[in-house]
């Protein structure tokens, strides 16, 4: 407690009471709807033909999913990114890809990553000894890319970036992202999580990683079609790896037709072929995030400057207390992300979920 004053503790008591108070004051009635916004989904919704797809297999559901279904959507996405369809692992192969590196190594080894952050790939390693090796983000909390370099050694099984950055949202420059990428590949595998890439809109192509892909560098990105395709409940997203890496996975059997259902194939071809409306779920989140921030401001709160479907702010009062607060007004805030323990993270959702992300803002930090 050195440092704190008698005054700043009696304040920093009060205004926990506050928010504590406010919390009370708004308790939602069985009435309320409660708005999820803890896990970045998109709130807009799949494309409508996504349904129409959906619809139209119900009456398939009593045959197994058969490899010619599998390679018409490996063939769209492979058409969609330009790549070798050899190139193609359908699936969300995060967790697996994890699993089938810590076994290629006696002993397991060693992922390479950004914390706090999104950590599927290093924990499906565990059971095989698979350890990650955890690299502080940067003062702007980005991907801190020298450090990251620095932690790559002998045991190094993979570095795994996700970006934009979950929580923070952020990118790095792209052209230290660039030469990172290509320095760090000929020493150890990239795995490059893109599943918020699309909002950042017009920068999507010049910063995806699939660049370095289609050239053949050791570079594997994953796609998530649970985010700005609005799929989440399908649970379905791809891979673009080197062809070799590639056929491993696909030999243990990742992407083979009976891993996946035929009704997440066709929403995902469906979702796939309408970029129309990923457009306009990307426009129409971004618009919304800049209110959040010009809030945010209004209200001297600092913040990341997330290019994401969620901001990430830093709270003047206990976290906990604040998404208490704003759980009591019916948002559902995302969880705590240690050591980051003054900072709060809210999906940013459709326009009536942002006029009540703002209010509830207001209210707690006036």
């Known amino acids: 407690m050195r440092g704190l004053s008698r005054r700043g503790l009696v304040g920093g008591m009060g205004a926990a009471l506050a928010v504590s108070a406010a919390a009370c004051a708004t308790t939602p009635n069985a009435t309320t709807s409660i708005e999820r916004l803890s896990l970045n989904e998109n ?38 990114e330009r790549v070798a369809p050899e190139q193609v692992v359908l699936g969300e192969i995060l967790e697996p890809l994890g699993l089938q590196l810590a076994a290629s190594r006696q002993g397991g080894g060693e992922f390479v990553y ?32 020298p450090a990251l370099a620095a932690a790559i050694g002998p045991r190094t099984l993979a570095v795994s970036l996700v970006n934009p950055h979950n929580p923070s949202g952020t990118v790095d420059d ?90 997440s194939l066709v929403a995902a071809e469906a979702a796939l072929a309408d970029q129309a409306h990923v457009r306009s779920v990307a426009a129409r989140t971004r618009a919304n995030r800049i209110r959040v921030h010009a809030t945010l401001d209004a209200l001297g709160l600092r913040h990341t400057n997330s290019v994401a479907n969620f901001v990430f702010f830093e709270s003047r009062l206990p976290a906990a207390d604040v998404r208490r607060a704003l759980t009591a007004r019916s948002i559902t805030p995302g969880r705590a992300f240690p050591p980051l323990d003054r900072w709060v993270r809210i999906t940013i959702g459709t326009e009536a979920d942002t006029d009540r992300t703002i209010a509830a803002l207001r209210a707690i930090y006036s």
């Open 174 to 263: 792209a052209a230290a992202f660039d030469r990172f990428i290509e320095t760090a590949a000929q020493r150890t595998l990239v795995v490059v999580d893109e599943a918020y890439l699309e909002y950042t809109e017009s920068e999507f192509e010049a910063r995806s990683a699939i660049r370095f892909a289609r050239s053949g560098a050791n570079v594997l990105v994953f796609r998530t079609l649970a985010k700005v395709y609005g799929l989440a409940g399908v649970s379905l997203g791809y891979g673009i790896a080197p062809v070799a890496l590639a056929e491993r996975l696909r030999a243990a059997g990742i992407g083979s037709p009976h891993s996946l259902n035929r009704l």
């Open 43 to 80: 709130a807009y919704g799949p494309s409508p033909r996504v349904l129409q797809a959906i619809e139209n297999n119900l009456g398939r559901l009593e045959r197994y999913v058969d490899a010619d279904e599998v390679a018409r959507l490996t063939n769209a996405i492979a058409a969609l």
């Open 114 to 145: 950004s914390a706090p952050g999104y950590t599927a790939l290093i924990d499906a390693a565990t059971p095989l000894d698979g350890v990650g090796r955890p690299v502080p983000l940067n003062a702007s909390l980005e991907n801190d890319l």
